[in-house]
């Protein structure tokens, strides 16, 4: 058995500058922190929970309380869902990400797995925004671990459960950013890249040598797993 796995942000849903938004909005309204004057050149991870306690040291040189971080996990979904209630799956969606979710998990040649730098619950509301249903799906999140490197070995190992597979044949993984080309070089797993215009440009600088618009077309989507190659390992300044 093969298996492919799936960053969620930008590569199912079309979440676009929404998570900066509204964490800016969040520590703004709550903290009075303006997140434009922090030095994110010192940032190590690119999740929501490597998120925290880089903002907390650099604007209150302590780090977050757990009452700090159920909050503004708390405020971070509600805002999510108020978002969600404004813009259709179709908008919100990556187109055919959806169909393709569907398909897979009715075959049984490739294992599917969820790796979200974000935490559980908000992929369970954003894949729900286009109609996805998360429960039963091998996955890792925000909530296992703060490099994304980490959760998406988690994510295998989730797989391997599901699965009952020891090794699998081949890995893939599926992302939209420079940290995800990143990642898939440090594992050693094949890399499909996810995105059109300054995306797709990004995604190739970076060492992404396959790099798709969407999944409108299942056919073309499965032939790039088959031979999407690991990219050559660049440093990247976020796991
Ligand atoms: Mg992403």
Known sequence: MRLVIFDIDGTLVRTGKTNQVLYERIFREEYQINLA???WTQARFSTDSGLMPFIFEQAR???PEPKDIAKVRRLFKNYWQEYLATVSPRQFAV???A???AMLREQSEWGLA???GGWKDLARVKLGGIGVKIDGIAGAFADDAQART???SLAIESARRTYKTPVFERTVYVGDAFWDVAAAARLGLAFVGVGSGETADDLRSSGASLVIRDYTDQAAFMHALDRAPVPV???APLD
């Open 150 to 152: 980490r959760i998406i």
């Open 233 to 235: 390992h660049r440093d």
């Open 37 to 39: 004057e922090l030095d």
């Open 114 to 116: 969820l790796a979200s």
């Open 99 to 101: 169909k393709l979710l």
């Open 95 to 97: 187109p055919g990400a």
């Open 61 to 63: 040189g302590r780090p």
